[in-house]
């Protein structure tokens, strides 16, 4: 099982462009979700889905955009960055609850 | 909403016991988690506690307080590959569950 995939592993946009953060998991988890993180900070929900068809918000869900259209997939989409979401980006699965999560290796995102 | 508060950095010397406590505020408590994360890598699951008492895993052990919002995480018999970022998470039933980390804790571990 190769676990939690996420790529690109780095990204250096400008500001204004728009990309898709991508993340599969191959583990059949029902539950996924994105985090953000900052230099010092823990890490901060930004969207998650507890199956395919159906995701929520999290703590920081402006300026990104999530669809589940499989259980393996769960892309992060910037529709317009900017400097603020300069950030590394976690992607996690987990089975049926979100209290044992495994992560992706991360996407380091730099907005110029 | 939700809030998590554990110290920022603790120091201990290797082959001894530290103890990192986390005290939360959140409703709809579901569960509380720990995570370690080394400089530069991905956090990985370390323990989950969903009812009150000790849960051992080796060299590590977490206990939950449900009635005083409080967990902590012990790790016993310090190497120095445990220096690394600990952070607890509160997962909430309210809806879907949600999950919220604390801003972690640096453990250093000195020879």
């Known amino acids: 099982n190769a676990g939690v995939t996420q790529t690109p592993k780095f990204q250096v946009l400008k500001t204004g462009q728009s990309m898709t953060l991508q993340c599969a998991q191959d583990?059949?988890?029902?539950?996924m979700s994105w985090y953000r993180q900052d230099p010092g900070m823990g890490l901060r929900l930004i969207h998650y889905?507890?199956?395919?068809?159906?995701?929520d918000q999290g703590e920081v869900p402006n300026g990104y955009n999530v669809s589940r259209s499989t259980t393996e997939d769960f892309p992060l989409r910037l529709l317009s960055a900017a400097p603020s979401q300069t950030s590394v980006y976690f992607c996690?699965?987990?089975?049926?609850?979100?209290?044992?999560?495994?992560f992706g290796p991360g996407t380091r995102l730099l907005v110029l | 909403g939700q809030s998590l508060e554990q110290p920022s950095e603790v120091t201990a010397v290797e082959g001894a016991i530290v103890q990192i406590n986390c005290t939360y505020q959140t409703s709809g408590f579901y569960g509380l988690s720990w995570y370690q994360q080394h400089d530069g890598g991905a956090p990985t699951f370390l323990s989950y506690?969903?009812?009150?008492g000790l849960e051992e895993t080796g060299r590590f052990s977490s206990f939950l307080s449900r009635s005083d919002s409080y967990g902590y995480l012990l790790l016993q018999e310090l190497q120095m590959k445990d220096s690394a970022s600990y952070f607890c998470?509160?997962?909430?039933?309210?809806?879907?569950?949600?999950?919220?980390f604390g801003t972690g804790t640096k453990l250093q571990v000195i020879p």
């Open positions: 583990m059949n988890h029902e539950y």
């Open positions: 998470a509160v997962t909430n039933s309210g809806g879907y569950q949600k999950v919220t």
């Open positions: 506690n969903a009812l009150d």
């Open positions: 996690a699965s987990s089975g049926a609850g979100a209290e044992t999560q495994y």
């Open positions: 889905s507890v199956g395919a068809g159906i995701t």
